[in-house]
RNA sequence: GGUGGGGUGGCUGAGCGGUUGAAAGCGGCAGUCUUGAAAACUGUUGUGGGGGUUUCCUCCACCGAGAGUUCGAAUCUCUCCCCCACCGCCA
């Protein structure tokens, strides 16, 4: 969430910010409850003051065995006082706590303003492969491969659920093993595995609520929900923990399940595997000093690169506009693979800065001395896919196929695949 | 699921109705001593918020969370949450 002083002090930024979003989000309401929590504030604070003074003479005269019933009756007043101001205190503190969790974090200068075709392309890497045949989706080599029972997925569970047989099985399990190796062994991050169920806490921590919830699996009898993404469990990691500046900065990727009810995305992408309620990711999350976090925004999304451009995958990486980054994002790369069986880039990876905006939420700092004094900030968090793997499965099938109906397995997973080459062997 | 014991500052841990924001110890920081270090000694050391004459002053809040009793609550009452131990069940 924002700074309270910050929005008062920067109204037209923040408003400014709500616009490039577009988002209509009544900012003088709150001001205006600011602006009458703090006369309240004053008010009852005086009143407490004069309370804590009386006491200390009601304290005094009982030691001195004096009568003190005088002074005690005329406090019974101001108790009262106190207590009417405690009430509207609350309501108004409530209700901004509220309206301070609904408004989104500002852009950064560099993000495009305007709606989703302002997104900008920031460079393209490798070249869509070419076929002497007419390629199929992977919904078709899928199914001739009897590598994944889509069938079957809904039988057990419902639509848009997925199942992996065979090798297409062990393709996820390869793919899992080889993106958690290369940022654990190459770009330093710290393997975590994370708890697939969190909290109404840690869900409030990183945004995902209030805003999000009806996007959520829920279990409603213990209130605990069913992870989006590994940026939750993980970035809680810190949550209500002041972190020492020289642990910082710290690099943690994690595999899990994700689970999105994609509520409201009926009819858009729901063919085969590209909008499904739990697939497979590997994420990288970050926390480090706010000095770095654009630095290190550009070095995460190198580490996601790297996943594709080691599995061979054409991609382009997308600079997303104002109204296209999530709620908690100041700035957002998007990297889309290239499918070729269904000609269409896929959105594989997300890679954010949240500069201090799930850290105010989840109160995650950091001490560090500084001109000579100690204190203590809020430390930035990012964090992005590296990568998401159905549809990375999927870029994988339709730029690999051959003539014949297999698969090629790109050369950096054959050592996690007992050395095949292609799918089935030939 | 059952029974018992707990949640106090960076940590250990006292306090169980009235100068207690909180003893003591450890740790941290600064100083004295020393060629340097250690030891010893001395001082200092929480967070958040409001106001101001804004390298400082002042007020308020905070002893798991919330409510209550009281002139006054870390201390008494209630509700909830969490942790630990043992037992049961179990991959």
Known sequence: MLDLRFIRENAQAVRQA?????????????????????????????LRAEKNKANDQISSLLKEKKDASQKIGSMKEIAARIDALEEELKGLDSKLDAALLTIPNIPHSSVPVGDPSHNAVVRTWGEAPRFDFKPATHVELAERLDIIDLPRATKITGSNFILFKGWGARLERALINFMLDLHTKKHGYTEIFPPFLVNRASMTGTGQLPKLEEDMYRLKDDDLFLIPTAEVPVTNIFRDDVLDEAQLPVYYTAYTACFRREAGSYGKDTK?????????????????????????????????????????????????????????????????????????????????????FQARRANIRFRRVKDGKKVTEYVHTLNGSGVALARTVIAIMENYQQKDGSIMIPQCLRPYVDGRESIPSS
């Not at 709150?30 to 005086?46: I, K, M, N, T």
């Open 18 to 46: 709500l616009q490039n979003r577009n988002l209509q989000i009544d900012l003088d309401t709150l001001l205006s409850a600011d602006a009458r929590r703090r006369q309240v504030l004053g008010e009852v604070e005086a």
């Open 272 to 356: 085969g595997l590209t909008r499904v309620h739990q697939f497979d990711k590997v994420e990288m999350v970050k926390f480090v000093k706010p000095e770095d976090s654009y630095d290190e925004l550009e070095k995460l999304l190198g580490d996601a690169e790297d996943v594709l451009q080691l599995l061979g995958l054409p991609y382009r990486v997308v600079a997303l506009s104002t109204q296209d980054i999530s709620f908690a994002a100041s700035k957002c790369y998007d990297l889309e693979a290239y499918a070729a069986g269904v000609g269409r880039w896929l959105e594989v990876s997300s890679c954010s800065n949240f500069e201090n």
